[in-house]
T-cell receptor, first 115, second 108 residues
Framework: DAGVIQSPRHEVTEMGQEVTLRCKPI?????LFWYRQTMMRGLELLIY????????DSGMPEDRFSAKMPNASFSTLKIQPSEPRDSAVYFC?????????????FGSGTQLSVL | QKEVEQNSGPLSVPEGAIASLNCTYS??????FFWYRQYSGKSPELIMS????GDKEDGRFTAQLNKASQYVSLLIRDSQPSDSATYLC????????FGTGTRLTIIP
């Protein structure tokens, strides 16, 4: 298995532009997570899906952020409009099931820079 | 108070010595505890999980859990330069919450 696949690896954009990050989870995993990592705040959970349904989006910073999971093999995180404070590394992770044994497999991340 | 707290470091340990990483958490209902390792510029990867009080050993790694004190630790024996990384403590109760990590440097 190729693991969790994220694209793009790097994204540089200007303030106000729309940004779309993409993720393909490991086949057979039914939970998908979007995290944001910064030096100051560490890894923060933005949203997670179980069986393609959003379960907890309390970590989404504001209405500028939205996430979708149209099927079991694809998810997107969209920021519109983007702001410089959104600059961070965004990780997608998947797991086999949501339970006590929360073993997450992370993608390589998207380094987002908003100028 | 942060939900999961770690000393940010950096923690410098001579090669061959024992590295000790600590983590405290605030939610007494937490049920599962994890240590992830993250190399610079890479993604986190799970190295240890522990669910009950006591020690759990896996090779050179030992995880320790004390629920009464709300304390989790990771010991790395015979530290190697390849152990130099940031170590993230993660605690599960309804959702997985990560600490900000401890940066560990093994000095040859």
């Amino acid at each position: 298995d190729a693991g969790v696949i994220q694209s793009p690896r790097h994204e540089v954009t200007e303030m106000g532009q729309e940004v779309t990050l993409r993720c393909k989870p490991i086949s057979g995993h039914n939970s998908l997570f979007w995290y944001r990592q910064t030096m100051m705040r560490g890894l923060e959970l933005l949203i997670y899906f179980n069986n393609n349904v959003p379960i907890d989006d309390s970590g989404m910073p504001e209405d500028r952020f939205s996430a979708k999971m149209p099927n079991a093999s694809f998810s997107t995180l969209k920021i519109q409009p983007s702001e410089p404070r959104d600059s961070a590394v965004y990780f997608c992770a998947s797991s086999f099931d949501r339970g006590a044994d929360e073993k997450l497999f992370f993608g390589s991340g998207t380094q987002l820079s908003v100028l | 108070q942060k939900e999961v707290e770690q000393n940010s470091g950096p923690l410098s340990v001579p090669e061959g010595a024992i590295a000790s990483l600590n983590c405290t958490y605030s939610d007494r209902g937490s049920q599962s505890f994890f240590w992830y390792r993250q190399y610079s510029g890479k993604s986190p990867e799970l190295i240890m999980s522990i669910y009950s009080n006591g020690d759990k050993e896996d090779g050179r790694f030992t995880a320790q859990l004390n629920k009464a004190s709300q304390y989790v630790s990771l010991l790395i024996r015979d530290s190697q330069p390849s152990d130099s990384a940031t170590y993230l403590c993660a605690v599960l109760h309804e959702k997985l919450t990560f600490g900000t990590g401890t940066r560990l440097t093994i000095i040859p």
